[in-house]
């Protein structure tokens, strides 16, 4: 059974770090992928990031870039998504999804196959 279960979560105050967990099991991993999604209530779903297959390729959001990294570890099944400097405007809940494509993309969602239940993040001022 495919499963993608996001972690890590939760409230810190502006300029506090979190990092998010991503982690897989049901699908060969190492072929996919991820991509980090989110959406703030009221809002559209936004990409944040994303990490290919192997983990040589990149992306992030502008409104992140800087701030956030994101990592994999094909050895354990996990991407990781390390956020420093949260701005309230980072409130949202968070989901990675996985996707067997070249590179990677946070452009287009509908390219992630498989998505995870979502992690909430909270960041008061």
């Known amino acids: 059974q495919l499963q993608l279960v996001e972690s890590g979560g939760g409230l810190v105050q502006f300029g506090g770090s979190l990092r998010l967990s991503c982690a897989a099991s049901?699908?060969?991993?190492?072929?996919?992928?991820i991509g980090w999604f989110r959406q703030a209530p009221g809002k559209e779903r936004e990409g944040v990031s994303c990490i290919s297959s192997g983990g040589g390729t990149t992306n992030y959001a502008k409104s992140v870039e800087g701030r956030f990294t994101i990592s994999r570890d094909n050895t354990r099944n996990t991407v990781y998504l390390q956020m420093n400097s949260l701005k309230p405007e980072d409130t949202a809940v968070y989901y990675c999804?996985?996707?067997?494509?070249?590179?990677?993309?946070?452009?287009?969602?509908?390219?992630?196959?498989?998505w995870g239940q979502g992690t909430q993040v909270t960041v008061s001022s």
């Open positions: 049901g699908f060969t991993w190492d072929y996919y992928a």
């Open positions: 999804a996985a996707g067997n494509l070249l590179g990677c993309q946070i452009t287009m969602a509908t390219v992630y196959g498989y």
